[in-house]
């Protein structure tokens, strides 16, 4: 699975105390299927629930979920396009204090991986990227204000080269 690491560090590039205190993002896979077609290949495509939870998280909500929604809009874009999807992405909070929380978000996500045989023997596994988006806007580098502060910042979200 590559969904998980790719959150990962897209977050703790994004978010200023995510980097500074990696450790206080803990990711869970949970409810995890297989779903394949039953037919002689072995492709398939990995169903899961990513739990991610931030321990002790100081930070404006917002730092998270703008940088979490621009992940989703690359690597899940269901999520947002589809309005039956939406209630899916879920998050409680425990209030710690009055700076800090515990914040817990849960994302239905999934992964193609397709698998091909070779003559001689042995197997080659793909993982397939998502569509583009129609009309999605590409940037080499986001910033996200509240008021005069700065919150969260990242980049890298050209849209990918496609398999040949």
């Keep these: 699975m590559i969904k998980p690491e790719s959150l990962r560090e897209h977050l703790t590039a994004a ?9 206080r993002m803990l990711v869970f896979i949970e ?3 297989l779903h394949c077609t039953g037919t002689g290949s072995l492709s398939f495509e990995y169903r899961y629930s990513l739990n991610l939870v931030l321990i002790e998280f100081g930070g404006h909500p917002d730092s998270v979920m703008i940088p979490l929604l621009a992940w989703l809009s690359r690597h ?12 899916d992405v ?9 700076d800090r ?4 978000i849960t994302l239905p996500l999934s992964e193609g991986v397709g698998v091909v045989s070779h003559p001689e023997g042995g197997y080659t596994a793909t993982h397939f990227p998502e569509p583009e988006r129609e009309g999605y806007l590409y940037a080499e580098h986001w910033q ?3 008021r005069d502060q700065l919150l969260a910042e990242w980049g890298g979200t ?5 398999p040949a």
């Design 144 to 146: 996200l204000f509240l």
């Design 31 to 33: 409810n995890g299927t």
């Design 15 to 23: 978010i200023p105390e995510l980097a500074t205190h990696p450790d």
């Design 158 to 162: 050209q849209p990918p080269s496609r």
């Design 76 to 87: 899940q874009p269901e999520l947002l396009d589809n309005p039956q999807r939406r209630p």
């Design 101 to 104: 929380v515990d914040l817990s």
């Design 90 to 98: 879920r998050f409680e909070v425990e209030v710690l204090a009055n």
